[in-house]
């Protein structure tokens, strides 16, 4: 599972964790770690959680209610309210080549000093995620900062987190990169959706 916790700016930053042990009243979960050092929170604090389930996405609400360091830290939290879950294979994906910007991100962080923009290309792209078209290889589980500008509709930016890394033709560099969206408004979403159902539309009446 993974821990939302409000970040900078207005953003969200994401931490992995687990569930230990659970019961009729609370649940003790995994202590999410931040470049190896624990994270706190202080008692009542309210977090979002977010955990997947036979490719559904799961998000929830819970609240802090303690911490145990022993045996290993954990989290004592709330049973989960405000339970919504996104379907995933709901969302249409497209095939389209979009100019877009990324970059690597440091634990949630966009301020990284050494990270810069690269230009990109969309392989394909739904209201969940994108594969893109990149000319270096991204390491697998790491997070970035998508911008992507839809003529017309509007421009977005939006966090997603790399899940698969293929290079199609071995001497040359180029890399499909697929990316799961970790933390993107509804409004972007809905940017994207109208942007495939526009094209779709497009390649209908050209087929008439």
């Not at 202080?42 to 959680?49: D, K, L, Q």
């Not at 490719?55 to 819970?62: A, D, H, L, P, Q």
Request: charged share 25%; hydrophobic share 40%; with cysteine.
């Amino acid at each position: 599972m993974d821990v939302i916790l409000p970040g900078k700016d207005g953003t969200f930053e994401q931490y992995r964790s687990r569930v230990e042990e659970i019961n009729s009243q609370r649940i003790a979960i995994a202590m999410p770690m931040k470049k190896g050092a624990p994270v706190f929170l202080v008692r009542g604090e309210s977090f979002y959680g977010q955990t997947v389930s036979d490719g559904v996405i799961y998000k929830f609400t819970s609240t802090f209610i303690n911490k145990l360091m022993n045996p290993i830290p954990l989290w004592i939290v709330t049973l989960p309210t405000d339970i919504t879950k996104i379907q995933q294979r709901s969302f249409v994906r497209y095939e389209a080549m979009i100019p877009v910007r990324v970059k690597i991100l440091d634990d949630g962080n966009d301020n990284k000093a050494d990270s810069a923009f690269l230009d990109a290309l969309t392989k394909d792209i739904s209201g969940g995620g994108v594969q893109l078209v990149v000319k270096q290889q991204l390491p697998a589980g790491a997070k970035l900062k998508i911008a992507i500008d839809f003529p017309g509709l509007g421009s977005i930016c939006v966090t997603g987190q790399i899940i698969r890394v293929q290079q199609p033709q071995p001497d040359k560099p180029v890399f499909w990169t697929a990316v799961n969206f970790v933390d993107i408004d509804e409004k972007d979403r809905n940017i994207i959706i109208k942007y495939i159902f526009k094209k779709q539309l497009e390649q209908r009446r050209k087929e008439l």
